[in-house]
């Protein structure tokens, strides 16, 4: 405690700006908080395969109220060190890396909420290894068809020919292989294909003996394909599957790969009663619903260690999702940075309008859209006016001799609503101006909309510096 507050004190005396913050108590909270939570959710408790998978809804409730109260006490710590206690005198560059410290705070507490999902995903990701998982693949896809009766194994000569089945589909899977490996693995495959038994047409059948499917990989997308194998060899691949099936499930094969065997190759058609698990009717159907069904698990667990399925492939993978999450944060670090530009009463008043702003919308769009018929062009005019008179009254605010309040509150509406500017004007060329074009119309996209954003809000926090600056320091009316 006591290397805590000289570090503290350090700060308070030396970076003042970055102390009044408070990201050196609150961040170092935050990463001890997800250590706990990863040692205890990963390596304490863990994961075994056979049951069904975590849920990560129930870990994005849990977080909720601790982040909750995580971001709140941060932001009630803020206001006591608001521009009334600092005097506005930090500089532009010191403006900047406030507003980012503020972002990198919403941020944290966002990932605070989904770390429990994160670390269910990472203790599934260790319930087989790459090897084993590759393994496990090829065994389900090759005796998947054999126990589910779905064809009947013919002879051809001393072999059996059993169906290659893409129960777990290989394009899930292409373990330790880029792109240049995986076309020569299929290459080669092709030419085993071809000259051995078959020309290389979509539609024609494909065989290759036992041993030959052991030793190369299965293409992508294989269709067509028959093993070629021996009695001895069915009941090795029907022992394979049993074992990689029981392996992912409570509802395991109990029959004997000998038992299935003899069965299939005579002919005779049965159901090999899978054990189910035993307990109340709400457990049947948890574990027997599709989520937990063994090719569901198994291809998940694939896509989660090639990071294609999760909690992080679902919050930052999506290029278009984590630029909306992206711009919500910097919009709340926004808010953030104003409230210490300028007196809190103003600040509440500017909140009020944009409370009220989807409400007088709303009213308008009823009454103008519905009673007078406008079209869209009506509208779009009166969201550029609205911007217009923003403009006029921040300006007049700023060139003003006498402190006016409605001129602050109407810069802080004018500034949150600013970076917005670029995507009112993406959709009025999209539903105006190229209305009829269809080619315009396909290739806007929101790319532009959010850099333009980005960059006007970046550009904002230097420019309404300035003006909360003078306007803050005007004198007020005798």
Known sequence: MNLFQKFDNYLLHNFPNFWVTKVHIFMPIAILFMLVIYVFNVWLIGYDIKYSFPEAEWGVTLMIIPVIVFIVYWLVIQARYNVE?????????????????????????????????????????????????????????????????????????????????????SYYWVPEQNDETTYEAESSYVEIIKDDYSDNSYYQEKRMTYEDYLNNPIPLNTTNLFILATSNQVEEIVADYIFSYNKYTVNEVIASAKQITENELKGTRQDYNMRYYESNTNDNYR?????????????????????????????????????????????????????????????????????????????????????????????????????????????KGYFSNYKSRFSIVTAMYLHVWLPVLPLFFYLFLHEVYYRNNYEARRDFGYEEVFYSALIIGLISIGLFKIIYKKMRLLPNHK
Request: charged residues 15%; proline residues 2%; without cysteine.
């Open 85 to 169: 206690k600092s005097g506005g005198k930090l500089s532009i560059p010191l403006e900047y890396m406030n507003f980012f410290l503020y972002f990198l705070m919403f941020f944290v507490a966002y990932i605070l909420i989904s770390f429990i999902p994160y670390t269910n995903d990472v203790k599934i990701q260790h319930a087989a290894t790459n090897a084993e998982l590759n393994k496990d693949i090829k065994n389900l896809n090759l005796g998947n068809l054999i126990l589910n009766n779905s064809e009947v194994i013919e002879e051809e000569g001393n072999r059996y020919k059993i169906k290659y089945s893409n129960f777990i589909s």
């Open 287 to 395: 574990y027997n619903s599709w989520r937990n069904t063994v090719s569901n698990k198994v291809q998940t667990l694939a896509q989660l260690k090639l990071k294609n399925r999760g909690a992080f492939q679902a919050n930052y993978g999506n290029n278009e999702t984590t630029k909306v999450v992206l711009a919500w944060f910097l919009m709340m670090a926004l808010m953030v940075w104003i409230f210490k530009q300028i007196h809190w009463r103003d600040y509440l008043y500017g909140i009020l309008a944009l409370v009220l702003t989807p409400v007088i919308s709303g009213l308008l769009a009823v009454f103008f859209g519905v009673f007078l018929r406008a079209d869209e062009e009506f509208f779009f005019t009166l969201v550029f006016i609205a911007y217009a008179l923003a403009i006029i009254f921040t300006v």
